[in-house]
Every structure is written in structure tokens, then in C-alpha cells.
């Protein structure tokens, strides 16, 4: 199972975000790429980003940690 752990338009956030998952030793995976590719990439369907349901949690810490994370 995975954990969707935000929703993201910005291409450049979501790529930092990403970054510092997996420098923090996470597998992020981007989901709805194939929407934003077909639109043009305009931001006007968002991305989610999601890890594993068992890195969910630390994950969420790490990002908390970097300032990253709005609670839901």
C-alpha cells in the first residue's frame, strides 16, 4: 500500500519535495504525471506524492522537519 502525503501543481516543488525524500532515504512515487503531461503541464491538475504506507510517517516527520508539511 501507499500514503498520498500532498498534492502538488508546481513541477518545481514537487521535484525538491522528491529530492529530499529520497535524500532522506524514502521511495517517493508521483502519481497523475500522465494527467499533467497531457494538459501541457500548466498546473491545472495537481500531482500527488506518495511513499510506501510503512515510510509514511517518518516521512511526513522529515518533511515536517524541513518546514515542508501542512497538516490536513
Known amino acids: 500500500m ?3 502525503l500532498l498534492s502538488e501543481g508546481d513541477p518545481v516543488r514537487l521535484g525538491f ?3 529530499l525524500l529520497r535524500d532522506g532515504g524514502f521511495r517517493p512515487l508521483l502519481l497523475d504525471s500522465h494527467v499533467s503531461a497531457v494538459e ?6 495537481p500531482q500527488r506524492l506518495a511513499v510506501p504506507e ?3 510517517a517518518a ?3 522529515l518533511l515536517r522537519e524541513a518546514g515542508e508539511w501542512e497538516a490536513r
Open 54 to 56: 510503512e515510510q509514511a
Open 59 to 61: 516521512a511526513e516527520a
Open 40 to 45: 501541457g503541464r500548466i498546473g491545472a491538475f
Open 2 to 4: 501507499i500514503r498520498v
Open 17 to 19: 519535495l522528491q529530492a
